[in-house]
């Protein structure tokens, strides 16, 4: 047999865009923050695995039926959050989306704070479409010295097969700032060009606070086609405002019970949320 002189390439199969993933304009993702997980210290042992998924349903099904367009599985609930997770937080979000698979009805995301590797393979064992997490920079944090390592995620993307997941860089760390002098807008333009973004968050200080529109403005203005989300803080009051400048957003705390983001959903807050949407992007 003749043995060719170059291998046969393969074509990789590349994100879609954010309008390919959604199938509308300026998506609302929703979160599912999943009860803290086993070897966490607010693990609930006495109820064990069988609460947290009861809990994680119940929030799906009424983000569904408010409307929204996406939701995102995260694991929030871990705190203090770790830089390299422990194996039970990613197993344990593993069978969580598994037990709730089949009642899923949008695209869904994973989001394992604050490990981008453990991320992208959540997302390859569960069929996500697309992950968030901090990919890029160097940072000061509650967690200590916080690097980004975009190089050994995207490789590893490449080696569990998933070329086709949608990838959402946070160029503005929560609980942390940034160790070198860039701007958002820089930062932003440097994780699309050296490090593959798909799509960019911006976000605030913290979990449930927003990011001051400027940033949201700046970053928006340097990229061109690369979609910019606001990530945190978006709420009733704000979110047309949001809408009018970024091409999405993220949305968690706002949506659960007297707005606070350790309580369950609340499907009037959500569904009163998704109308306030549907009026600004004209559906």
């Not at 899923?104 to 479409?129: E, H, K, M, N, Q």
């Not at 993307?157 to 807008?185: C, I, K, M």
Request: net charge negative; glycine share 8%; with cysteine.
């Amino acid at each position: 047999m003749t043995r060719p002189d170059h291998p046969p390439s393969r074509s990789v199969q590349r994100p879609p865009g954010l309008q390919g993933l959604f199938h509308v304009k300026k998506p609302v993702i929703a979160m599912v923050h999943i009860a803290a997980l086993p070897g966490t210290p607010r693990y609930d042992a006495s109820n064990g695995m069988v609460a947290i998924v009861d809990a994680a349903r119940r929030d799906l099904l009424a983000l569904q039926e408010a409307g929204v367009d996406a939701v995102m599985f995260g694991n929030e609930n871990d705190r203090p959050y770790q830089l390299q997770v422990d194996i039970a937080s990613s197993a344990g979000m593993a069978y969580v989306i598994g037990r709730l698979r089949d009642e899923i009805r949008v695209p869904f995301g994973v989001d394992v704070l604050w490990d981008p590797v453990s991320t992208v393979g959540l997302a390859a064992a569960t069929g996500a479409l697309f992950a968030r997490e901090i990919f890029t920079g160097v940072y000061g944090s509650d967690m200590g010295l916080w690097q980004g390592n975009a190089a050994q995620a995207l490789r590893y993307r490449r080696q569990v097969g998933r070329d086709d997941l949608f990838l959402l860089y946070n160029v503005t760390a929560e609980f942390a700032s940034p160790l070198d002098h860039r701007d958002v807008a820089e930062r932003a333009r440097s994780a699309v060009f050296s490090s593959l973004a798909d799509a960019i968050l911006v976000s605030g200080p913290m979990t449930g606070q927003a990011a001051p529109l400027e940033h949201l403005r700046n970053a928006k203005a340097g990229l061109g086609e690369t979609p910019v989300l606001a990530n945190t803080g978006v709420r009733h009051e704000n979110v047309a405002d949001i809408l009018e400048l970024a091409d999405g957003c993220v949305v968690g705390t706002s949506l659960k019970v007297d707005g606070d983001t350790w309580n369950p959903v609340d499907p009037a807050r959500a569904a009163r949320f998704m109308d306030i949407v549907r009026k600004v992007r004209g559906d």
